[in-house]
């Protein structure tokens, strides 16, 4: 999720110049030097992709892991959040308190099922779309609210916006909005979109979010109003309602008590300087009346970003949205972002010289960035299937089954512990180079 502000940020004045010296740095991790076995890491974002990457560094003794997050507290925007098997692995691949915390929250439901949500062909479905663990739904704020159990409170610092990256020879500082800055041997950005890690790696113009042409209006409703209105089957499963340039998804979170709903818009443009706006009421009754009485009550702007050259530049890499922030057509954006922190976990896991760095995030942007652009580029095509809008299929549903029964298949299947495999074994190989 985008949990970040627009791109046009106010500056704050300039951070005092700070001094470095072995030993004593400014606030949060201390930097590791020549000869010393100690890695210091700066996670950036305090979100679900950033606390999962601190977790499964936590378990590497001579790596010293600290999370700075803009916000006053940890938190997450939007209510629910779904995983596929995919996601559960790379969550298992982090460490038990990972699991543990998705296991504590997790709603499973049966399938993903899409029908039409509009017209003549009403309710009809279109497909079931089953995989092995069947679909997991989740509260994103209390599934991040039990992650952060497993960070210990002196490693999370609050207040901590982001506003320069400067790489010098003892390690890259950060330093932040609050004129307090620290120094790190890694830093790691998961700021979001419209963060600063992303413009430092590939430059201001390539960094800039574009409107991906679509917007959702979220909200929530009782799961016994639900039922009552949709019946069991349908309030109780992920379910996907499609039409003509708009779709409607529903799955339960908050082990079966609630239900999110998320509907979704084709738009021209974006104009409003903010990218989460209050919607009216009244305004969605119009809009979606022929599709029933939605329960959204806020109106959330989507971004995608351009494809990024590269997540990293010599000490500094970006994951989650930073790095490939993508339409949720295909439910995608947490789980490629948990993605990210397991593979990233299993490489700075085995630095243990700060010149190793480089070839270890090198070797995650080899790894990472393929396969989550291609979620990205597959998300969009799945925006334009689920609104009849793909060229080709159109409201033809025989057509839509054909495409929606298989294109999760790879996304869904991927070998977590292989594709970290292939990331070691990849770093070994330069080691040796």
């Known amino acids: 999720m985008l949990r970040t502000l627009p791109p046009?940020?106010?500056?704050?004045?300039?951070?005092?110049?700070?001094?470095?010296?072995?030993?004593?740095?400014?606030?949060?991790?201390?930097?590791?030097?020549?000869?010393?076995?100690?890695?210091?890491i700066a996670v950036v974002g305090g979100g679900i992709g950033g606390v999962c990457l601190a977790i499964g560094l936590l378990k590497y003794p001579h790596i010293n892991v600290h999370v700075y997050e803009a916000a006053s507290s940890f938190g997450e925007i939007g209510a629910g959040v779904a995983f596929g098997p995919n996601s559960e692995r790379a969550l298992a691949a982090l460490g038990p308190d990972a699991l543990e915390a998705f296991r504590k929250q997790a709603t499973p439901n049966l399938w993903l099922s899409y029908a039409d949500g509009v017209g003549k062909a009403e309710s009809t479905l279109i497909c079931n779309q089953n995989n092995s663990l069947g679909m997991q739904s989740l509260h994103r704020a209390h599934f991040l609210d039990e992650l952060v159990k497993a960070v210990p409170a002196h490693r999370t610092h609050f207040h901590k916006r982001l506003e320069k990256l400067e790489e010098v020879t003892e390690g890259v500082i950060l330093h932040f909005r609050d004129g307090q800055s620290t120094i790190a041997d890694v830093v790691i950005g998961a700021d979001g979109i419209h963060g600063h890690t992303r413009e430092y790696l590939i430059g201001s113009e390539a960094a800039k979010a574009r409107f991906s042409g679509s917007i959702v209006h979220r909200g929530?409703?009782?799961?016994?109003?639900?039922?009552?209105?949709?019946?069991?089957?349908?309030?109780?499963?992920?379910?996907?309602?499609?039409?003509?340039d708009r779709a409607m998804m529903s799955y339960p979170i908050d082990g079966g008590k609630t239900l999110n709903i998320i509907a979704f818009d084709t738009v021209n443009d974006w104009t409003d300087e903010n990218w989460i706006v209050p919607a009216r009421y009244?305004?969605?009754?119009?809009?979606?009346?022929?599709?029933?009485?939605?329960?959204?009550?806020?109106?959330?702007?989507?971004?995608?970003?351009?494809?990024?050259?590269?997540?990293?530049?010599?000490?500094?890499?970006?994951?989650?949205?930073?790095?490939?922030?993508?339409?949720?057509?295909q439910g995608q954006?947490?789980?490629?972002?948990?993605?990210?922190?397991?593979?990233?976990?299993?490489?700075?896991?085995?630095?243990?010289?700060?010149?190793?760095?480089?070839?270890?995030?090198s070797v995650y942007d080899q790894v990472r960035r393929p396969r989550a652009e291609r979620v990205v580029a597959t998300s969009r095509e799945a925006g334009y299937l689920f609104t009849m809008q793909a060229e080709g299929v159109k409201d033809d549903v025989v057509k839509m089954r054909e495409n929606i029964e298989k294109r999760m298949e790879w996304i869904w299947g991927q070998d977590i512990q292989a594709q970290n495999q292939a990331a070691v074994d990849l770093f070994e190989d330069n080691l040796r180079c």
């Not at 940020?9 to 300039?14: D, E, I, N, Q, V």
């Not at 409703?221 to 309030?235: F, I, K, N, W």
């Not at 971004?303 to 993508?326: L, N």
């Not at 789980?335 to 070839?359: M, N, P, T, W, Y």
Request: hydrophobic share 40%; aromatic share 4%.
């Open 282 to 329: 009244e305004e969605l009754l119009e809009k979606y009346r022929e599709w029933g009485k939605p329960a959204q009550r806020v109106l959330k702007s989507l971004w995608e970003a351009p494809p990024a050259p590269t997540f990293t530049k010599s000490r500094v890499a970006m994951m989650g949205d930073a790095a490939h922030a993508m339409v949720p057509y």
């Open 220 to 244: 929530l409703a009782p799961m016994e109003s639900a039922v009552e209105l949709l019946g069991e089957e349908h309030a109780h499963n992920c379910v996907m309602l499609c039409g003509p």
């Open 8 to 40: 046009t940020l106010s500056r704050a004045p300039t951070p005092p110049t700070i001094k470095l010296r072995i030993g004593k740095l400014p606030s949060g991790p201390t930097a590791s030097r020549s000869g010393d076995d100690s890695i210091s």
């Open 333 to 361: 954006g947490a789980g490629q972002a948990i993605e990210d922190a397991s593979v990233l976990q299993e490489l700075l896991g085995r630095v243990h010289h700060k010149g190793k760095i480089v070839k270890a995030l």
